[in-house]
């Protein structure tokens, strides 16, 4: 949810709220020869409206449980979690006279404070992370099938090196077409017997005619492939099949750019474009890897507001039966 002046209605609305009940906390808490207490009527009034606050924003999760609920828009929810989330903090410190009390008054009061700054960190983040994701990771696919398109990738990059450079045993030839990440399609599966290759020799005497009818795929020699086979056996290979791992110079686009060009003066001409190809290849494994990062801060950081939501209104509620009848 992006803060945005779709956002403006609840924000006016949450800094009248908490204007006035400033203004009221200032007056009783002036007139009170005892100063603002947890059991006067200020006080409880207090605690009611911020737990009520805090059972709304909490009912967000029921309510997104429950899509079929035909209460409210599901962004209205989202904006109210969001204002009156924020504004339960200040309401149960009117409440207590901002004296964090006992021992169950004070593991409430640093859980709550925990729960609305972690939720106000989600809610940046919520903010920034789509931007970044828009920008970062233009061939965006959907987070499930993350592993299955990097693994086509790599598929798709076997198939290419041995298409050039020979069988080295590495793809597994099959009909049909793979989906590169973002909908884009991959190379379409060709078995390399199934296919005309000459070699880079051949192209360079002029033996081209015979190839005027049917796309052809050249076949470098051993020795002219040596450098591609050596690069991608030792550095693409491994990056492809784990990309996170640390210290890989493909996973760094400034050092693969300057990796790959090396390889295009050590080349023929004739491998420029399965060169290319691998290129693509690894940028977009570098994408799915940074789509996977921003995905995990995007959605991790519920890991802690969750719970401690959940013990907030549990122990809320136990709080509020205890004051109530003793």
């Given at each position: 949810?992006?803060m945005?002046?779709?956002?403006?209605?609840w924000?006016l609305a949450?800094?009248?709220?908490?204007?006035?009940?400033?203004t009221?906390?200032?007056?009783?808490?002036?007139?009170?020869?005892?100063?603002?207490?947890?059991?006067?009527?200020a006080?409880?009034?207090f605690g009611v409206?911020?737990?009520a606050f805090?059972?709304?924003?909490?009912?967000?999760?029921?309510?997104?449980?429950?899509?079929?609920?035909r209460?409210?828009?599901?962004?209205?929810?989202m904006?109210?979690?969001?204002?009156?989330?924020f504004?339960?903090?200040?309401i149960?410190?009117?409440?207590?006279?901002?004296?964090?009390?006992g021992?169950?008054?004070r593991v409430?009061?640093?859980?709550?404070?925990?729960?609305?700054?972690?939720?106000?960190?989600?809610?940046?983040?919520?903010?920034?992370?789509?931007?970044?994701?828009?920008?970062?990771?233009?061939?965006e696919?959907?987070?499930?099938e993350?592993?299955?398109v990097?693994?086509?990738l790599?598929e798709?990059?076997?198939?290419?090196l041995?298409?050039?450079?020979?069988?080295?045993?590495?793809?597994k030839?099959?009909s049909?077409?793979?989906?590169?990440a973002?909908g884009?399609?991959?190379?379409?599966?060709?078995?390399p017997?199934?296919?005309?290759?000459?070699?880079?020799?051949?192209?360079s005497?002029?033996?081209s005619?015979?190839?005027a009818?049917?796309?052809?795929?050249?076949?470098?020699?051993?020795?002219?492939?040596?450098?591609l086979?050596?690069?991608?056996l030792?550095?693409?290979?491994?990056?492809?099949?784990?990309p996170?791992?640390?210290?890989?110079?493909?996973?760094?686009?400034?050092?693969?750019?300057s990796?790959?060009a090396?390889?295009r003066?050590l080349?023929?001409?004739?491998?420029?474009?399965?060169?290319?190809d691998?290129?693509?290849?690894?940028?977009?494994?570098?994408?799915?890897?940074r789509?996977?990062?921003?995905h995990?801060?995007?959605?991790?950081?519920?890991l802690?507001?969750?719970?401690?939501?959940l013990?907030?209104?549990?122990?809320?509620a136990?709080?509020a039966?205890?004051?109530?009848?003793?």
């Open positions: 949810m992006r945005d002046k779709t956002q403006r209605g924000a949450s800094l009248a709220i908490l204007a006035i009940s400033s009221v906390y200032a007056l009783y808490a002036f007139e009170s020869p005892q100063g603002p207490r947890g059991g006067s009527l006080g409880l009034s409206i911020g737990f805090m059972l709304f924003a909490a009912l967000l999760g029921a309510r997104k449980r429950v899509p079929t609920w209460i409210g828009r599901a962004q209205a929810w904006r109210g979690h969001l204002w009156l989330g504004l339960a903090l200040p149960i410190l009117f409440h207590g006279g901002f004296h964090f009390g021992t169950l008054t409430l009061m640093w859980l709550l404070i925990i729960t609305v700054l972690s939720g106000v960190f989600g809610a940046a983040l919520q903010h920034y992370i789509p931007r970044v994701m828009t920008s970062d990771v233009p061939l696919t959907i987070y499930d993350v592993g299955r990097r693994a086509l790599c798709e990059a076997d198939r290419a041995e298409l050039l450079c020979g069988n080295l045993g590495l793809s030839y099959s049909g077409e793979g989906l590169r973002g884009f399609t991959a190379l379409r599966t060709i078995a017997s199934a296919v005309p290759l000459r070699t880079s020799a051949a192209v005497a002029g033996a005619a015979a190839v009818a049917a796309p052809e795929i050249i076949l470098l020699s051993e020795e002219e492939s040596a450098p086979r050596r690069f991608y030792d550095e693409m290979r491994p990056f492809l099949g784990r996170k791992q640390r210290g890989l110079r493909l996973a760094d686009a400034a050092k693969a750019s990796a790959f090396g390889l003066t080349l023929p001409a004739a491998a420029h474009v399965t060169l290319a691998l290129e693509d290849i690894c940028d977009e494994v570098r994408q799915l890897t789509q996977e990062r921003l995990h801060w995007l959605h991790g950081w519920l802690l507001h969750i719970p401690l939501s013990a907030l209104i549990l122990l809320g136990v709080h039966v205890m004051a109530l009848r003793y």
